[in-house]
């Protein structure tokens, strides 16, 4: 195990990248994921790999999809806007079976919005990131080690699926400073045949494409690009729950408003209440199962977002009316306080307390 | 018997889909036999476009990547960088490339990406069914220009490889046509060049080639010729708009 050390998320995000083998870095600049294209500009030059400032997020996107198409890891980030930029990207990169890794540092929106820390684009990342039938795997961190912890995880699993891998952190996260182990990794690149970088004489040229002019060719496609997300869904769920076997109100929240949520759950269960939480860490796939499970168990759900509520839908869809599902969020870069959030805990429990 | 000419190895024998007289057949082939030439086809890299030539990742016979409209040279430049060995082109035409595509060119010029761009002008939008393309000719008419281009309207059209041969990153921005097997010729050596000097690792090459689209001009394959010759040649004047070794 490394010595710790104390790094900004979007720092540690960056250098887990490179640990993980990453070379490719290409991005356009906006606030709050700053630093980790600075830090990959500082860092990349010196180990022989690439930052490439883009002249646009549509840019990045495609040289992103041309360095995955040739086979090497690759990367951007960038925050919200941006995000909506690099959408036709995505779309295409997911629609050429193409591995890449994506990070969203939320801000608020619509539009222009703020820059301060938001969840408002959960519904973008995990049901709509580009046109057409298709998912990218979304990773939640909530602390700065698990933003290092994810993304080896996210370019393996992007590798091993050929589809894009996105980590939907936001400004807290980004901007805020934890001590942190960055672990060597022991990397092994996976062999990609697909890849074009030049037939070398020694096979059929690899054609990377997204178009399909027949449809029934094109249903085809999709229709086995969705039974690998069956596989997917069935065995890449992740979640953390804490306190939630014995729980009457079970709160789910991931990201940063997790760390508010479980505050809450800890002053909750002082007063008496039987509070517990489910914390997704795989957001696509959604941890369903498990919020299934709460369903049965729980006496209320509480979803906890800093959105107007979006995760809600995918919460009330897996626990199916088993228990009432009420929503609390703060929006627009407003972070909920720990109070605020035992104040809808309290309402839930039934004022006994 | 002795064999005096063969198909070049650099295309697949995949039938093309191009209409009667279109002269995409003919660049796909200069481009494919300037790469067999220089021995580059095992580490060459396409990007086609979305156009016309979009299915020209099943006519060349070097590894292909289809990029999203107008993105050809980001993703030309995501191959190469990640991947320097490799022979990177991308294959654009107007629309992809001086219209939705004109922040990738102009940026993927100015950094003097080490890359070969050939840009189909045919002023006009092929696939689509012949829409007003960047390169549209004043008073041409299109489908979305039915009483032709009215330039205080609709605007001018562009011209590539002036405004590219203002960049410092260009090493070669040349016009030719293939309207006559003479400009063939010569738009074939410009094609060389534009290949070479990637391989010299010079930088950003971009080759225009006039090109026809007689289904969407309303004209026959020899009206079509001399409507290039009468029309676009005057508009677009044929030659060497930049050329790194011309500077020092």
């Not at chain 1, 906006?30 to 002249?55: C, H, N």
């Not at chain 2, 086609?48 to 430049?77: E, I, K, L």
């Not at chain 2, 400009?183 to 000097?197: G, H, L, Q, W």
């Amino acid at each position: 195990m490394s010595e710790k050390v104390l790094m900004k998320g979007n720092e540690a995000l960056a250098e887990a990248a490179i640990q993980a083998g990453c070379r490719h870095f290409f991005g356009y600049p906006i606030t709050p994921q700053t630093e980790l294209a600075a830090y990959m500009s500082k860092r990349m030059p010196k180990i022989g790999g690439v930052y490439l400032q883009a002249e646009s997020e549509v840019a990045a996107i495609n040289m992103v999809l041309g360095a995955s198409a040739a086979g090497v890891r690759a990367m951007t980030s960038s925050s919200s806007p941006g995000i909506s930029l690099k959408s036709e990207g995505i779309s295409y990169l997911a629609g050429s079976d193409l591995p890449c890794l994506i990070i969203n540092i939320q801000r608020g929106g619509p539009g222009l919005g703020g820059i301060q820390p938001s969840q408002a684009d959960y519904w973008q990342a995990t049901k709509a990131t580009g046109h057409g039938d298709f998912q990218i795997l979304v990773f939640a961190p909530s602390t700065v080690q698990e933003m290092v912890d994810l993304v080896a995880g996210a370019f393996d699993k992007a590798d091993k699926y050929r589809m894009p891998a996105m980590i939907l952190a936001d400004g807290m996260l980004g901007q805020m400073m934890e001590p942190v182990a960055i672990g060597e990794a022991d990397v092994k690149l996976p062999e990609k045949e697909w890849a074009t970088s030049g037939h070398k004489g020694k096979r059929k040229h690899n054609v990377i494409n997204s178009l399909y002019i027949d449809p029934n060719v094109l249903e085809n496609i999709v229709v086995e690009r969705y039974k690998k997300y069956e596989t997917i869904e069935a065995t890449e769920q992740m979640s953390e729950s804490y306190l939630t076997e014995d729980a009457d109100i079970v709160l789910v929240a991931y990201g940063a408003s997790s760390r508010i949520a479980r505050s809450a759950v800890n002053s909750a269960r002082e007063l008496g209440i039987k509070a517990g939480l489910i914390r997704p860490i795989s957001l696509w796939p959604f941890p369903k199962d498990v919020v299934a499970k709460a369903g049965d168990t729980a006496k209320q759900i509480l979803t906890v977002e800093m959105s107007m509520g979006q995760m809600v839908d995918d919460v009330r869809l897996a626990v199916n009316g088993k228990c009432p599902v009420s929503f609390f969020g703060r929006t627009g870069g407003i972070i909920p306080t720990p109070a605020e959030v035992l104040e809808e805990i309290k309402k839930l429990a039934g004022g006994a307390v | 018997m002795a064999v005096v000419f063969e198909k070049t190895k650099g295309l697949t024998d995949a039938p093309l889909h191009y209409c009667p007289g279109c002269t995409h057949g003919i660049v796909h082939r200069l481009v494919a036999e300037v790469m067999e030439e220089l021995g580059v086809l095992d580490k060459a890299v396409g990007v086609a476009p979305v156009g016309c030539a979009v299915f020209n990742y099943d006519y060349f016979s070097c590894d292909m990547v289809q990029a999203p409209h107008g993105r050809a040279q980001a993703v030309a430049t995501g191959i190469k960088r990640a991947v320097p060995e490799n022979v990177v082109f991308s294959y654009q035409g107007d629309g992809d490339l001086a219209a939705i595509g004109t922040a990738e060119t102009v940026h993927a010029a100015t950094r003097g990406e080490n890359i070969t761009v050939i840009f189909i002008n045919n002023a006009i939008y092929g696939m689509t069914g012949g829409q007003m393309a960047p390169t549209s000719l004043p008073n041409q008419i299109t489908q979305t220009t039915p009483y032709g281009r009215d330039t205080n309207y609709a605007g001018y059209p562009i011209r590539v490889c002036e405004m590219l041969s203002t960049l410092d990153g260009v090493a070669l921005a040349q016009r030719v046509s293939v309207d006559t097997p003479k400009n063939v010729m010569n738009a074939k050596k410009a094609i060389k060049k534009a290949f070479e000097n990637q391989i010299a690792g010079k930088g950003y090459s971009i080759v225009e080639v006039l090109s026809t689209c007689p289904t969407n001009w309303g004209l026959t394959p020899t009206e079509a010729l001399t409507w290039l010759r009468d029309n676009m040649i005057p508009y677009y004047p044929l030659g060497v708009y930049k050329d790194k070794e011309d500077v020092k």
